[in-house]
């Protein structure tokens, strides 16, 4: 009850409305920061910058940071600001950019937050509470319950009395978990002896919190800059050409002057070194002291090198397109559920053609930015994507199967099935935690062998027993004709 109105309190007392948020996805080569300066300019925007590689400093050419000259003035945040013997980690990210937003908002303008590397930007637009991790927040907050000597005996001791005591006290959680997981066993009981409360009281209460709110940080806009795969492949080859004009070269041998003198040599998967066109030209970079290797040789470890980064880079842009698809438009499907009244609607851009690029991107999405932050994510009047790309986003039925664990009446699973013919590896009963892993269970090969050994088992007793019957009968037999005798 308490908390009940605790909750309600909090609700009335804190709850901000949330702020707007414009995030730009989409491929590596496809137009994404060209869009951004432009919509910045249209909306008042500032750009924060989600690559890690852009947040180290220089090598604007093999980073693909937007030309300074290019940006029109437009302020960019998170980027161009790491040396490069640091290692960048996602909470300092998080950090930084979460400050840059802030900052931005704090002065009325719109962050605008360009998406390279997903899992940065998963972090920043998502607000991801676990289950697992509530139960023990509760936990922390009343710690101050001590233990009786009886309780910390019964959780210290055997899994068998855990088990048998969470029964009794909750029977529906001590259901949810196997009878020989110790651990969560342990914690489920633990949390009663600390709160009072039923643990699957405790669940169910969160699952509805979690089912109230919306995982988005911000009212979030999306957009992805799109571009037909193959027309891509053909841009992105020839970008990498231009980048080789333009002074990559030279970055590429700078950065290999410092790689040169560190000794150890650093890892080319973490840090600077995992930057697309640096690894690819270490044969060539490595060939450059060695005098035995000639001139002609020399110019195809180079050329060998520019193949080898544009197939890296058609093999990222593959990859960030399937992350799109599969795991933020998934991630962003679940704001159906409040009818995408925080935003979470990905809007998809044409940038196949560049001709079209002011028809296309241009125009279109000044105009969703500007319906979105005008009168709410919801006013927002253009379809999602245009007529002939309906089928890139995934649709609504590709979700209307989709089980989340995350709804309320999961609990009916929570149920135990013990096989009357497998054991564990302590010769007990083997127990499946719900439905779905019993039903795994008994069309395994495992069971069905167990069941024809049983089988045999039988077959050989019943032999046996008929046998020592038939003896019977035979003895029977014997006494009738000696008692008829
Ligand atoms: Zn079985």
Redesign the pocket.
Known sequence: MIRTYLKYIKNLVMTEPKKNIISIVGTTGVGKSQFSIDLAQAINGEIINADSMQVYKKLDNITNKHPIKERAGIPHHVMDHVNWDEKYFIHRFSKEANDAIKDIHSRGKIPIVIGGTHYYLQNLLFNNKTIEGAPSDKNEQANEIQLTEEQVSILDGPVDRIFETLKTIDPVISEKFHPQDRRKLRRALEIFYRTGEKPSTIYHEQKIEELEESSLRYNTLLFWVFSDPEVLKDRLDKRVDTMMESGARSEIEELYEVYEKQDPKPDCGSGIWQVIGFKEFLPWLDSKGDESVNDKTRKLLFENGIERMKIRTRQYAKYQVKWIRKLLSVELQKEARFNFKYGGKLYLLDATDLTKWQENVGKIGMEIARQFLANGPSAVTIPQAPEHLQDIIPKEDFFSNFKSNKTLGSESNWKHYE????KDKDGKP?VAVGEASWKI??E?R??SR??SAGDKKRKHEELIKQYSKRKELSKTEKDDYTESK
């Open positions: 096989c009357s013919v497998c083997l269970h008994i395994s495992r069971h167990s069941v």
